[in-house]
């Protein structure tokens, strides 16, 4: 798998390295100009340039949490067998979003998180991932509406239910409402601005990474979508959908051509 | 009422299409709810999604006529394979979300309306929860083996 962390990633280590940049760039928007996240990308100011790019490092941002949360050893078995597939979804779409910002002219800019909230137990994560999905959806949402070139809509229309696909298995794991909405849009535009204060998310920081001292923290990540209970539910349990998925990863490993197909 | 122009009268076609696949579903889920072969919370479930369902129909609706377009009317009744399980209900139920999610994904690249195509998209979400939800009700993996649409 790729591993586009930096060697010796650890969450404290990756906080100090990366709190240069995300101190001076707390801001971060999908709308133009606010959109861009720094001097290199406001440079660059194209529309489907900076929104792709913005997807480009999104991404990034998720597959480098995701690896953070798996060297905590807090999660279960399933539950990190889960995980990792869904690292293997959002390098896919990184890869996809690499593609088009080197085919417009620019250059890749991964995202960071600045501050990660306080992960004591598999629930945080669970909630964190649930949060940065919710994200994902959300920009994917608004992607749609900001490209102006049709593949480049496509893309993202082609990512955004995979990206749901996660909200929802976290949702059911978390005992949350799995189908909370007839209309899922994810978070909104304006809540990505203020969860990204929040983590402090900016550009990640150069292999070098300094250690200037870190803005005070803003509070208030990790409240998701209210929950509906749907604890008399028998689906969506995460033993199910763990046993599924660790299932499915075990046959498509003993076989190639034995993934689960649900049809 | 002056005729639409060809996008539009388009947009209006997709739309019905996607009508026409609401109100089947919609259908089937009543259907299979009075088999008494649902236990009650998967049936709780089902009567969520048929909800939902009956939710995106109305949008759809409600859009086609703003385009001037008639919206298609249900049929009395739709084929639907032997269900003899809940298994059965439910696999059927998961190859009509599937069908659902992927043909929304196809209509949202066709349909020239921005604003269309974000109600599209936020109706294929939707289905996809559907096919998590149903997915991992029957033990199956529950998102896709693919990291891009369409589902499988």
Redesign the interface.
């Known amino acids: 798998m790729e591993n586009p962390g930096k060697t010796g990633f650890s969450r404290r280590s990756f906080i100090k390295k990366s709190a240069a940049a995300a101190g001076a760039v707390a801001l971060i928007s999908m709308s133009s100009p606010a959109f861009v996240l720094g001097k290199e990308l406001t440079m660059q100011a194209s529309g489907d340039l900076d929104v792709a790019n913005f997807e480009y490092g999104l991404e990034a941002l998720a597959i480098a949490a995701y690896q953070a949360a798996a060297k905590t050893g807090l999660l279960d078995k399933p539950v990190l067998d889960i995980a990792l597939k869904f690292v293997d979804q959002h390098v896919a779409h990184q890869k996809a979003w690499e593609a088009e910002v080197t085919r417009l002219g620019g250059k890749p800019q991964a995202l960071a998180i600045g501050k990660y909230p306080d992960l004591k137990s598999q629930g945080d994560i669970l909630a964190f991932a649930k949060t940065l999905e919710e994200v994902a959806v959300g920009s994917y949402f608004i992607a749609i509406q900001k490209f102006q070139d049709a593949s480049r809509v496509n893309i993202a229309a082609s990512i955004m239910p995979i990206e749901m696909e996660h909200v929802t298995v976290y949702a059911a794991a978390l005992k949350q409402d799995p189908i909370p909405s007839s209309f899922p849009t994810g978070t909104s535009e304006a809540d990505i601005g203020k969860i990204a204060t929040a983590l402090m998310i900016g550009p990640a920081p150069a292999a070098t990474g300094g250690g200037a001292p870190t803005t005070a923290p803003a509070s208030g990540i990790g409240g998701g979508n209210k929950q509906d209970d749907y604890s008399g539910v028998v689906i969506g349990t995460l033993a199910a959908i763990g046993a599924a998925a660790a299932g499915a990863l075990a046959l498509r490993k003993n076989n190639q051509t034995q993934t689960a197909d649900k049809e | 009422m002056p005729k639409l122009a060809a996008p539009l009268a388009a947009d209006v076609d997709l739309l019905n299409a996607a009508i026409a696949l609401e109100q089947q579903a919609i259908w089937t889920y009543g259907a299979a709810a009075k088999t008494n072969l649902l236990?009650p919370?998967?049936l709780?479930?089902a009567l969520?999604?048929v909800?939902?369902h009956q939710?995106?129909e109305k949008?759809w609706t409600t859009e086609v006529t703003k385009l001037s377009g008639t919206p298609p009317k249900a049929k009395d009744s739709y084929d639907l394979p032997p269900l003899k399980t809940q298994e059965d209900i439910l696999k059927y139920a998961?190859?009509l979300e599937?069908l659902a999610?992927n043909t929304y994904?196809d209509v949202?690249?066709k349909l020239t309306s921005?604003t269309l195509?974000?109600?599209s998209?936020?109706?294929?979400?939707?289905e996809?929860?559907?096919?998590?939800?149903l997915?991992?009700?029957?033990?199956?993996?529950?998102?896709?083996?693919s990291?891009?649409?369409p589902?499988?």
């Not at chain 2, 997915?135 to 083996?145: C, D, K, R, W």
Request: glycine content about 4%.
């Open positions: 236990t919370d998967v709780a479930v969520k999604i909800g939902q939710d995106h949008a998961l190859s599937i999610a994904f949202l690249q921005k195509k974000s109600i998209a936020s109706i294929m979400n939707d996809t929860t559907h096919v998590v939800v997915s991992s009700a029957l033990g199956l993996q529950p998102f896709n083996t990291a891009f649409m589902l499988k």
